[in-house]
C-alpha cells in the first residue's frame, strides 16, 4: 500500500480544457527528495542526497558520469527503489514503483532517445498508450486541438497532422515535451536534451522551457555543458561521487566554480594551441557516396583531405552522415562510388584489416558495443588489433606475459584506473574505457587517426584529458579527423573546420575564421559556403 | 491489489545461477517426465531408479555408457566450438554420417591395409568428411549470408540417405542376407578396445579433442579470434578480424569433429557402415554442448550423463515396456528448461503487489 491516501490522479486526459496558466503557486516546493540511499554492489551510487524542485523554476542536476545523476532520476521515475530516504510531492509522501506511477503523479521524462514511432503522426504519437475517451474509438480531433492548445501556450509549435518522420530533430523533441504536458505533467525531467540540437535550435528550445517555467512547470535539466547550464537554469545542484556537494542560486555562481565542485579539483579552460605543422596528406576523400543503414544514401559525394599534424574537425548535427563517413573510412561500411585514399594507397571498400595496415586508427563513437568486449578483461581488449603481431603473439599462440606487459604499459600511459588488468571492461568508467581505447589506437602510431564524439559522455576530468592527448598526438604528426556534435569541442582542438549537413561537407574553413553564428547556420543548412 | 510479474535486468549476469540453471533444468525435466510417466500409471520413482541402475548400476550399464558418450563428446564439441563464434550448427548429425561414410570407404578400399596406416587414414577421412560437408553451409554462410541453421539442418537429411542409399545400394555386402550394410571391416580397421568391453580408442580422441579445443579457444590466436566474433562480432570487424575465413575454419573444425565421431562409431563399435549408425547423436550433442555451457571440460562430463540416459532409456525398454523416446522426452525437456532459465541469468524477478 502507499501511504499517500489520495488515489493518484488518473494520467489519461479528461476533456476539459487546459488553460495556459496552470495557476500552480510557484514558491511551493514540488519535489521532496530527503535522504535517498541507493547502493548497488560495490558502489554507494547515492550517498543521503536532498533534492528539492519547486514549481516554475528550471533547476540544473550537473555532475560527471558516475556521480549518481541517472540514478537518482531513475528512482524518482520508480525505474529503481531507494535503500533509503523519502520522497514527496507536494508535500505528501509517496512511493513510485513505476514510471506508470511516476507518471500519475505528474512526473515525466524526456530521453536523449526519442520513444516516437516514425509512421505515426504527432497526434497518434502523443496519444499512444492513452485510454481514449470514446473507446474503442480514437479521440483523434479532440487531441489535435489539445495539441494545437498546448503548442500556442508555450511555443511548441508542431502540426498534430504531421507524420514524425518528416519532422526535424528539433521538432521531434518538442513532440516528446508535448507528450508529456499532455499527460498533465508538472514535472518535466530532461536528460541531455540539447545534444542533438544546432545551436540556433537551442536556443529557440530554451526560450521555450523558460515560458514554461513561468506558467509553473518545474523542469530538472541535466547536462554537463557549464555554459548550458548557467545560461538556463534557475538554481543548480551538483553531485560527485554520489553525494550532494551544493545547491545554489546560479546567478550566484559561475562555470569556473561549478566545474570545480563537480570534479573536486580546480580545472583550466586553456586551449592547449600550438602553429599547425602540417605534412603529408594523410587521408583523402573524393566524391564518397555510402548507403545508410536504412538504404538510402547518407553520404552523398563527400571530399575531404587530413594531412599529417593537423586535426579536422567535423561538426554537424547528429545524423548528417557523420557515422557512415567514419565507418567508411574504417573499412567498415562499402563505399558505392568515389574514392578513399589513406596515406598515399587507395583503400576504397578495402577490409578494415588491411586498412588498420596502412595505419588507420580509429576510435569509434560506440565504445562498449563497436570499441571493446565488454566481458573481456582490459588486457585482452587492449589487444583487439594487435593480438596476431610479436611480441604478443609467438607462432599460432599468445604469449600472456608479453601481453600483460603491454597492457600494464597502456594503463600507466593513458592512466586508465581500474582495479587490474583482468578487471572486465563492463566494471569500467566511460572515461576510463575511453582513455583505454584511445591508448590501443595510439599505441600503433597511426597515419591517421578517426575519432568519433571521443569524448561524448565522459565527465570533466576524462574529457579535458581525452584532449590533450589528440592535441599531442597531433604535435607528433599524426592526421586527426574528429567528428563531434560538441561544437565547443570541434573550435577548441581543430585547426581547420568541416561542417556535414545532409551527407554532404556544406563548408570547409581555417577554425580561426570561423564563427559559432555561420556554423550553426551551415549545420542547420541554412547556409552553404560555396567551394573556394 | 494485485500481484504482479517483473523481470528486471541484472547489472551482471548472475555467476551462481549460470551453474544453478543448468543443475535445476535436469531437476525440473525429471518432474516433467515424472508426471508423464505418473500419468501411464508408472512408478516415478521406481522407473528413475531402473534408468539410473541401468546406466550406471552395473559393468555392462556403465561400459555402455561410456561407449556411448563418446559419439556425444566429440560432436558435443564440434557444436560448442561453433556456438562460441555465434555459428548455429544444427548439422552434427549429418557431419557425424559423412564422417563415418568417408571412414568406411577407406576401410573397404584398403582392406589389406595395416592398423597404423589404415585407422589414421580413416581418422583423416572422417574429419576432412566431416569438415566438407560443414563447409557447405559454411561458404553459403560466408560468402552469401545465408541461414547456417537451416541449410546445416537440411543437409543431415541429405546425409543420413545417402548413406541409406550406399548400404541397400551399391555397398551392400553381397553376404549379408540383404541386410542394409557394408561388408564388415578388415581386423586391421577396428579400434583398439578396452578389455572386454566394447569401450574403444574413440574415448581418447574425445579427451584430446576437448584439451585440445581447450588450449585452442584460452591460448591461440584463433582463439582469441574466435571468441572476440563470439562476444561481439562488430567489434571483431572493427578490429580487422576477417569473419569469412573464421566462419570456414570454424564450421570445418566443428564438422570435423563430428566427422571423427562417425569414425569412431563405425570403427570401433559396428565395424561396418551400415543403416542407422546414429540414434541422433549429432542432435543429442546440441543439447550437451548447450547444458555444458560451451565449456570443452564440461562436456565431456555432461556426454556421459546424456549416455547415461541413452543407456537407461534402453533398459526401460527392455524391462519396463516403456517406449525408448521416454529419454528423447526427458532430452527435450531438459533443453527447454535451459533454454526457459537462460534469461534468468541476465535479469530477476521481482514480484510486487499493485493496486
Redesign the interface.
Do not use: C, K, N, Q
Given at each position: 500500500?502507499?501511504p499517500h491516501d489520495e488515489p493518484p490522479r488518473n494520467p489519461i486526459a479528461p476533456t476539459a480544457a487546459i488553460p495556459c496558466a496552470t495557476g500552480r503557486d510557484q514558491t511551493v516546493q514540488f519535489l521532496e527528495m530527503k535522504g535517498i540511499t541507493k547502493r548497488?554492489?560495490g558502489v554507494l551510487a547515492n550517498d543521503h542526497v536532498d533534492f528539492q524542485v519547486r514549481s516554475g523554476e528550471i533547476h540544473a542536476l550537473l555532475g560527471e558520469n558516475g556521480a549518481g545523476k541517472t540514478t537518482l532520476m531513475r528512482i524518482l521515475y520508480g525505474l529503481y527503489q531507494p535503500d533509503e530516504g523519502k520522497i514527496a510531492i507536494n508535500g505528501k509522501a509517496v512511493t513510485i514503483?513505476s514510471p506508470r506511477e511516476a507518471t500519475a503523479l505528474g512526473i515525466s521524462m524526456v530521453h536523449q532517445h526519442f520513444m516516437l514511432v516514425p509512421p505515426l503522426t504527432v497526434a497518434e504519437n502523443v496519444i499512444l498508450g492513452l485510454k481514449s475517451t470514446r473507446e474503442p474509438w480514437l479521440n483523434l480531433g479532440e487531441a489535435q486541438e489539445r495539441i494545437a492548445e498546448l503548442g500556442r501556450c508555450y511555443g511548441l509549435r508542431v502540426d498534430p497532422r504531421a507524420r514524425v518522420w518528416q519532422l526535424s530533430v528539433g521538432e521531434q523533441q518538442r513532440v516528446e515535451i508535448i507528450k508529456a504536458l499532455y499527460r498533465r505533467a508538472e514535472l518535466l525531467i530532461l536528460d541531455e536534451p540539447t545534444a542533438v540540437l544546432t545551436p540556433q535550435e537551442v536556443q529557440e528550445f530554451f526560450t521555450i522551457l523558460r515560458q514554461m517555467a513561468r506558467q509553473g512547470q518545474a523542469i530538472i535539466f541535466i547536462s554537463h555543458k557549464l555554459h548550458e547550464v548557467t545560461a538556463l537554469s534557475d538554481r543548480v545542484t551538483v553531485l560527485r561521487d554520489g553525494q550532494v556537494v551544493g545547491t545554489m542560486l546560479t546567478s550566484a555562481t559561475d562555470r569556473q566554480r561549478l566545474a570545480q565542485m563537480m570534479v573536486g579539483r580546480e580545472i583550466s579552460f586553456q586551449r592547449y594551441k600550438d602553429p599547425v605543422n602540417k605534412g603529408e596528406v594523410a587521408l583523402e576523400l573524393q566524391g564518397v557516396w555510402a548507403q545508410g543503414d536504412k538504404g538510402l544514401p547518407a553520404l552523398k559525394g563527400v571530399s575531404l583531405t587530413v594531412s599529417q599534424g593537423e586535426i579536422l574537425g567535423l561538426a554537424g548535427v547528429a545524423g548528417n552522415g557523420q557515422r557512415e563517413l567514419a565507418e567508411v573510412i574504417?573499412?567498415?561500411r562499402p563505399a558505392t562510388q568515389g574514392k578513399v585514399v589513406v596515406g598515399q594507397k587507395d583503400v576504397t571498400n578495402r577490409?578494415?584489416?588491411?586498412?588498420?595496415a596502412q595505419g588507420m586508427s580509429?576510435v569509434?563513437e560506440e565504445r562498449m558495443?563497436?570499441?571493446?568486449?565488454?566481458?573481456?578483461s582490459v588486457a585482452?581488449n587492449a589487444?583487439?588489433?594487435t593480438?596476431?603481431q610479436a611480441p604478443l603473439?609467438r607462432g599460432?599462440?599468445?604469449d600472456?606475459q608479453a601481453i600483460g606487459r603491454y597492457a600494464e604499459k597502456l594503463i600507466a600511459d593513458f592512466d586508465v584506473k581500474t582495479p587490474s588488468q583482468d578487471t572486465p571492461v563492463?566494471h569500467l568508467s566511460g572515461g576510463n574505457v575511453q582513455k583505454l581505447i584511445l591508448a590501443r589506437e595510439l599505441s600503433r602510431s597511426p597515419r591517421l587517426l578517426v575519432a568519433a564524439q571521443p569524448t561524448r559522455g565522459l565527465d570533466v576530468g576524462a574529457t579535458e584529458y581525452i584532449q590533450k592527448r589528440l592535441v599531442e598526438q597531433r604535435s607528433k604528426g599524426t592526421a586527426i579527423l574528429l567528428i563531434s556534435e560538441d561544437l565547443d569541442e570541434v573550435l577548441a582542438l581543430s585547426d581547420r573546420v568541416a561542417v556535414m549537413y545532409e551527407g554532404q561537407v556544406v563548408g570547409v574553413m581555417p577554425t580561426s575564421e570561423a564563427s559559432v553564428e555561420e556554423l550553426g547556420l551551415l549545420m542547420a543548412g541554412v547556409k552553404k559556403q560555396l567551394p573556394a | 491489489m494485485k500481484l504482479t510479474l517483473r523481470l528486471e535486468r541484472r547489472l551482471t549476469p548472475s555467476r551462481a545461477l549460470g551453474f544453478l540453471i543448468p543443475v535445476f533444468s535436469i531437476v525440473l525435466a525429471l518432474c516433467f517426465g515424472a508426471v508423464l510417466l505418473a500419468a501411464v500409471g508408472k512408478n516415478p520413482g521406481v522407473v528413475y531408479q531402473k534408468m539410473f541402475s541401468g546406466a550406471f548400476g552395473s559393468r555392462f550399464g556403465l561400459t555402455e555408457t561410456v561407449v556411448k558418450a563418446i559419439p556425444l563428446m566429440l560432436s558435443g564439441l564440434g557444436v560448442a566450438v561453433a556456438f562460441r563464434m555465434l555459428l548455429w550448427n544444427i548439422g552434427a548429425e549429418g557431419q557425424l554420417q559423412i564422417g563415418a561414410f568417408a571412414a568406411a570407404g577407406v576401410a573397404l578400399a584398403f582392406p589389406q591395409a595395416p592398423a597404423v596406416v589404415i585407422i589414421p587414414a580413416m581418422m583423416l577421412a572422417g574429419f576432412l568428411g566431416g569438415a566438407l560437408w560443414a563447409s557447405i553451409p559454411a561458404a553459403l554462410k560466408a560468402k552469401l549470408q545465408v541461414n547456417e541453421i537451416i541449410t546445416s539442418l537440411m543437409l543431415n537429411y541429405v546425409a543420413i540417405y545417402w548413406v541409406e542409399y550406399l548400404v541397400y545400394g551399391p555397398w551392400r555386402n553381397p553376404k549379408g542376407y540383404g541386410f542394409p550394410g557394408t561388408a564388415p571391416f578388415s581386423p586391421a580397421a577396428e579400434l583398439p578396445r578396452l578389455g572386454t568391453s566394447r569401450v574403444h580408442l574413440g574415448l581418447l580422441f574425445g579427451l584430446v579433442a576437448a584439451l585440445c579445443l581447450y588450449f585452442i579457444l584460452r591460448r591461440t590466436k584463433w582463439g582469441y579470434e574466435i571468441r572476440v566474433i563470439g562476444e561481439n562480432p562488430t567489434a571483431a570487424r572493427y578490429a580487422g578480424i576477417s569473419l569469412t575465413r573464421n566462419i570456414l575454419m570454424v564450421m570445418a573444425l566443428s564438422g570435423g569433429l563430428a566427422g571423427l565421431a562417425g569414425m569412431s562409431e563405425v570403427s570401433g563399435i559396428i565395424h561396418a557402415l551400415q543403416r542407422g549408425i546414429s540414434p541422433g547423436y549429432g542432435y543429442t550433442a546440441i543439447i550437451v554442448a548447450w547444458l555444458a555451457k560451451l565449456n570443452p571440460w564440461a562436456i565431456v562430463v555432461v556426454s556421459f550423463l546424456f549416455a547415461g540416459l541413452l543407456v537407461g532409456g534402453d533398459q526401460l525398454q527392455i524391462s519396463m515396456g516403456l517406449p525408448a523416446a521416454m529419454s528423447n522426452i526427458l532430452q527435450g525437456a531438459v533443453l527447454f528448461f535451459i533454454l526457459g532459465g537462460e534469461i534468468l541469468v541476465r535479469n530477476r524477478i521481482s514480484l510486487t503487489w499493485e493496486k
Open positions: 500500500m502507499t548497488f554492489p514503483r574504417a573499412g567498415l577490409s578494415p584489416a588491411e586498412i588498420i580509429y569509434p558495443r563497436v570499441g571493446t568486449i565488454v566481458d573481456f585482452e589487444i583487439l588489433e593480438h596476431g603473439a599460432w599462440f599468445l600472456y563492463r | -
